[in-house]
């Protein structure tokens, strides 16, 4: 058993099980597993068109929605806050067994929706914002 399957939340059939060395989207190359939770697993990647490392988030069936609605919301305006979050760079989707997989991918080692969430939530906000 790996980690995540000892947690009591853990279902198998809601992740997508993916495979060191995979190849998703005809592009991004799997080369590690930086995190997980309960709603989706992060994913460094090689972009092999775009010659770059990035982060590929894949969600649990669902479970990404509102944030894709979020990133997408935050790509096509101005929103002083869209400085604070991490850009999407790509999304798609990857049928399963169980349901349609949502996946985000964005440049490794930014701001999630969460911490920013919680950024605005403390009153802590940037010098700049």
Not at 41 to 61: E, F, N, S, Y
Not at 78 to 96: C, E, N, P, T, Y
Not at 110 to 125: C, D, E, P
Request: net charge positive.
């Amino acid at each position: 058993l790996v980690e995540e399957e000892t947690w009591e939340w853990y279902k198998p059939g809601e992740f997508y099980p993916v495979h060191i060395g995979e190849i998703l989207k005809s592009k991004y190359q799997v080369a590690g597993k930086p995190g997980y939770g309960a709603y989706g697993t992060a994913w460094l990647c090689r972009d092999l068109l775009g010659q770059k490392h990035v982060t590929l988030k894949i969600g649990a069936p669902e479970a990404l929605m509102s944030e894709l609605r979020a990133l997408r919301h935050f790509t096509t305006t101005r929103h002083a806050g869209s400085l604070l979050v991490r850009k999407m760079f790509d999304d798609f989707v990857i049928k399963s067994k169980h349901g349609l997989l949502s996946d985000v991918v964005y440049l490794p080692l930014a701001i999630s929706l969460k911490a920013f969430r919680r950024v605005l939530l403390s009153g802590n906000y940037p010098s700049t914002f």
